[in-house]
Nanobody, 116 residues
Framework: QVQLVESGGGLVQAGGSLRLSCVAS????????MGWYRQAPGKAREWVAT???????VYADFVKGRFTISRDNAKNTVFLQMNSLKPEDTAAYFC??????????WGQGTQVTVSS
């Protein structure tokens, strides 16, 4: 069983920055692929970014150049640095832990609100 705890959300003005963190329990974090997703009220959950176990990163087009995903395997933590935030980035942000033979786990989410 893996537990994920997100933090770092909050209220920020448009153009501002936030850094989200997601700490995972478990001993094999380094083998897991990690992703960030978001869900705005009344909308489906959407993928934001992924960092694979080997460090390769992939981003949704709507965050390219503004968001950066990174990981610290020594601390079982994945980060999402969000810059140049827009009101449309307002959503609950969730991290995901998954990989072959590792299962598929989600955190409870952290709220990000961007005011105009």
């Amino acid at each position: 069983q893996v537990q994920l705890v997100e933090s770092g959300g909050g209220l920020v003005q448009a153009g501002g920055s936030l850094r989200l963190s997601c700490v995972a329990s478990g001993r094999i974090f380094s083998r897991a692929d990690m992703g960030w997703y978001r869900q705005a009220p009344g909308k489906a959950r959407e993928w934001v970014a992924t960092i694979l176990s080997g460090g390769h990163t992939v981003y949704a087009d709507f965050v390219k150049g503004r968001f950066t995903i990174s990981r610290d395997n020594a601390k079982n933590t994945v980060f999402l640095q969000m810059n140049s935030l827009k009101p449309e980035d307002t959503a609950a942000y969730f991290c995901r832990y998954y990989g072959a033979g590792l299962g598929d786990y989600w955190g409870q989410g952290t709220q990000v609100t961007v005011s105009s």
